[in-house]
């Protein structure tokens, strides 16, 4: 078990530039999660899948973000038109079905800096 | 919505002694509470999750206390040495079908040998 797997790690865009970011959930797992971490905000949830089915983008900018699950063995976060704010550690996670009770298993996160 | 407050920012103690983190939460429905452990280039990884029913729990080196009464968390480490350096982070859901780990803004402990 590889855990949940982030790539890239590391990504540098410029300006205004476009940035997509992967994730490979845990096999098996139906929940797919996105978080965002700056050193100013913290951990804050971005949006949530289950079943590949999008289930809440609260959490998201209504601008320029979208994240789209378009099978069980990975999703993507798309960033349009990148910020210099929107620098920060994008997290994914997924657990084995979204409930509460049950383990969400992080991934390593993909650095994003935007110049 | 619910709000957590976690302190304190940084923690430095000695190798033996004990380290508290404590996190103070605004919603009563708040049902599952969970500490996380961060190290350097690594993945979030879960230490405990304690259920509102439940008010003390050990692990391995470290007690989670929970007072509803009070909305307090907190992580007692016992003993710290200098493998528990790292960013820990508390984080609560509400029960009822939300999702969403509401988390603090964590702690940055540091122990020294």
């Known amino acids: 078990n590889a855990g949940v797997i982030q790539t890239p790690r590391h990504k540098v865009t410029g300006k205004g530039q476009e940035a997509t970011l992967w994730c490979e959930p845990i096999s098996g797992h139906s929940a797919v999660f996105w978080y965002r971490q700056t050193i100013v905000q913290g951990l804050e949830f971005l949006t949530y899948?289950?079943?590949?089915?999008?289930?809440?983008d609260s959490g998201m900018p209504k601008e320029r973000f979208s994240a789209q699950m378009p099978n069980q063995s990975h999703s993507t976060l798309k960033i349009q038109s990148t910020q210099p704010q929107d620098s920060a550690v994008y997290l994914c996670a997924s657990s084995l079905d979204g409930t509460t009770n049950t383990e969400v298993f992080f991934g390593k996160g993909t650095r994003l800096t935007v110049v | 919505g619910e709000q957590v407050e976690q302190r304190p920012p940084h923690l430095s103690v000695r190798e033996g002694d004990s380290a508290v983190i404590t996190c103070t939460y605004t919603d009563p429905n708040s049902y599952y509470f969970f500490w996380y452990k961060q190290e350097p280039g690594a993945s979030l990884q879960l230490l405990m999750k304690v259920f509102s029913s439940t008010e003390i729990n050990e692990g391995q080196g470290f007690t989670v206390l929970l007072n509803k009464k009070d909305k307090r968390l907190s992580l007692n480490l016992t003993a710290a040495h200098p493998g528990d350096s790292a960013a820990y982070f508390c984080?609560?859901?509400?029960?009822?079908?939300?999702?969403?780990?509401?988390f603090g803004s964590g702690t940055q402990l540091t122990v020294m040998p």
């Open positions: 984080a609560v859901s509400v029960s009822s079908g939300s999702w969403q780990l509401i």
């Open positions: 899948f289950r079943n590949q089915a999008p289930i809440d």
